[in-house]
């Protein structure tokens, strides 16, 4: 399974093709939007979010409600381009009121990618680096989690951390949907959304953590033999290309550094199947899924465009002058969670259609439910 996207932040729309979904699954659509909902909540997004209002538009690849097995086609339109219309257009030719932008950004992709394609105006890199992208992954990732769901793999995603502010008190899964920042305590939501507020009136962002936990894999997904094979590995990296994310580690990860071995290794125990006593290292050994639940936290840096400018350098006159400022976030940490989750759901996705038999949704489930027996008798 792959897909492919195309689109501009401010452009008419994202197109998604995505191919190799098995034929026969049924398409709940208003599932996919309210996954994109979700994508667009969270205190401390920008005023964009208050003008997007994202629906999935399926135009093929699904006939009667079910894939048919054939590339599927999905748009998403960009409400914000009716603002953006005289200079997005891909022919634009009035461009009389349009300035073009000079000044690079630290920490966006401004300035690195002006120079490798050789533009002179940073709205040609930032229209793709952009975060909009990431309405491609939710929409793949909600189909995958609708062929998840009929193998009884449920994934979760959550906020742990915002500005330095983490869950150690009341933590509570069931408060996730309740909190606007999407966090598993009312008391560090509190505190989160107070620092939130007082960032902006800063003039100033925020990065965190987010957490994915995978339930109910079965073992040996992934495969040891090849470092392409590795399923931990192409999770990371999938996750790793989500804009601002700075580090991935699955279970204990860099805390592993400061254990003996004698305290880092799950042990091993027998109970109706093979099972483990801890689950330190995430749900992982040997690039292959182990049976325990799969537990991946992502790191987002503060978004790069901060409403009191960072020092930067003219692109055409080379003078030093104050960054760009671009209407923006103050922190999406709860978007990056269901991004994060999303994000996890297709790669293990990939991982099942590759590993089974799958050219129909029945032949996947039995597949997957027939090696599950194998595992439990093994
Ligand atoms: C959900 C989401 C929304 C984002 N919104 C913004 C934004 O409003 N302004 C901004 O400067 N960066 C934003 N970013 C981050 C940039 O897109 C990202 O930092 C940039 O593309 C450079 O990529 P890198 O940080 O991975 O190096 C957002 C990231 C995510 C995940």
Known sequence: MRYISSGHSHGEQITIIIEGIPSNLSIDIKKINEELKKRQKGYGRGQRMQIEHDQ??????VLFGKTTGAPIAVVVKNKDYQFHLQYMEPFAHDLTNYNPIKVPRPGHADLVGAIKYN???MRLVFERASARETVSRVVVGAICKQILALLNIETLSYVKNIG???CKIDFDKTYIEK???SMPSKTASEKAMELIDETMLKRDTLGGICQVEVNNVPVGLGSFVTDETKLDAK???????????????FGDGFELSNYFGSQAHDEISYEDGFTRQSNHYGGFEGGMTSGMPIILKAV??????LMQPLQSVNIDTKAKTASHIERSDVCVLPAAAIICEHTVAIEI????ITQFTSDTIEQLIDAVFNYQKYTKRF
């Open 56 to 61: 999935a538009q399926i135009l093929s690849g």
């Open 119 to 121: 533009f002179r105006d």
């Open 164 to 166: 330095g502010i983490s």
């Open 179 to 181: 909190s606007l920042v």
């Open 235 to 249: 999770i990371a990296s999938s996750v790793m290309s989500i804009q601002s994310c700075k580090g991935v580690e």
């Open 300 to 305: 987002f840096k503060p978004i790069p465009t």
């Open 349 to 352: 996705t990939k991982a099942l």
